[in-house]
């Protein structure tokens, strides 16, 4: 029977509307007692001894949360493993706190079929450092011409589908999807963007892509494309989710949505939350401030950052987007599209919005853990006695600066490099193993 005491820390876990000093004990991968910390107790609380042989989890001054779920990230593998891998994308999750990754299908060959899904749970049961939940097609090669063998991923063990990184562009088979995931009670996740009027773009299109000389990706490309999809979903009354959502126009229009009672949730990222298309001209057209949708204007992110505040954005998701430096070496306008956001997605929510009361702890952990967990329909997202023991541990004083070089991904793609940053994850356990952890002496 393995055992771990997280001692005295401050539990929040809005599913059970908890946010006290607690200890918490797990047993076998499952939290099995949550005490009240009673400082200089040892390994023992007000119940008794914990079980012989218990590693005691020393989190007095951090936040203890149940495992944060990144529900948009980019694995690579199958077929481009030169950017990322199961192994390392679910190592740096692990150092970003997170105990759940949810993994796009735009691999090679693309997840539409049930060997590339096998594949990856295969994978992840063998090298993975976190829980990992595949996302299959919607259709066959992300080409958005044939629908992709749903049923069969979904069996085994899809929790969603999408053609991430290609928009469904075909509202009748994005209809067919709709009407066929119901069967399974999974969402459509959609890469909302109308590519007639995105195409040849590298940037948002406003004062700043007309100062560079830039060919811009307007906002309209991205709200055309959501309204067509809420369109569809009230017609089916499927479950949308709305991935990387970037303007306030489409905000708005999620927004008008769920007041008639649509069945559609959304994601931010946090590079969308924090940055402008001006920092495309600071940074001297630096190819990781390049992603798509584009980085917006400040009414927009400003927009974004209300939806945050009054619930009307759902998740926060990294988008994690490994590309090898060879590719982002190239010019702004050939090089890819993407960053990556796993080891940074925390403190920079941590940073800018939590600390700074834009948002509560509670809401970061809705956030981060509740929703997305809700959205894919698993298991996760509390610390319930009896629920699984994935536990996200922060220390929300920590200081550090963003150090590519450090990372677990193989790739360095990231806008942040050289950023100091407060309020970091220090440990992640998934199912009640420490998998990660930043402090020497955490443990004993």
Known sequence: MASLLIKGGRVIDPATGTDALLDLLVVDGRIAERRPARPGKGASGERGVVPAGT??????????????????????E?????????????????????????CMPNTEPWNDGLSVTEYIVAEARRKGAVNVFPIGCVSKGGRGEELAEIGDMARSGAVAVSDDGQPVA?????????????IFGIPLIDHCEDRDLSAG??????????MLGLQGIPAAAEEVAVAADLAVAQLTQGRL????????GSLEKVRQAKREGLRVTCEVTPHHLVLTDQAVADSDFDPNTKMNPPLRG???????IEGLRDGTIDAVASDHAPHHTD???????????GIIGLETSVPLIMDRFVRQGVITPARFVELMSVNPARILGLRKGTLAVGADADVTIIDPELERKVDVAQFRSKSRNSPFHGWTLRGWPVA???AGQLVHEQRAAATR
């Open 55 to 76: 590693k005691v989890l020393e989190a007095a001054g951090h936040w203890v949360c149940p495992g944060f779920v990144d529900m948009h990230v980019h694995l690579r």
């Open 78 to 102: 199958p077929g481009q493993e030169h950017k990322e891998s199961v192994e390392t994308g679910t190592r740096a999750a692990a150092a970003g706190g997170f105990t759940s990754i949810a």
């Open 170 to 182: 075909n509202t009748y088979l994005l209809r067919m999807a709709m009407e066929y995931t119901k």
């Open 201 to 210: 773009g590298a940037m948002h299109e406003g004062y700043v892509s007309t």
């Open 241 to 248: 989710h709305v991935a990387h959502l970037s303007t306030r």
């Open 298 to 304: 400040e009414q927009d992110r400003q927009a974004l």
């Open 327 to 337: 590719e982002k070496l190239q010019e702004f306008d050939e090089a890819p599209f």
């Open 428 to 430: 992640t356990v998934v």
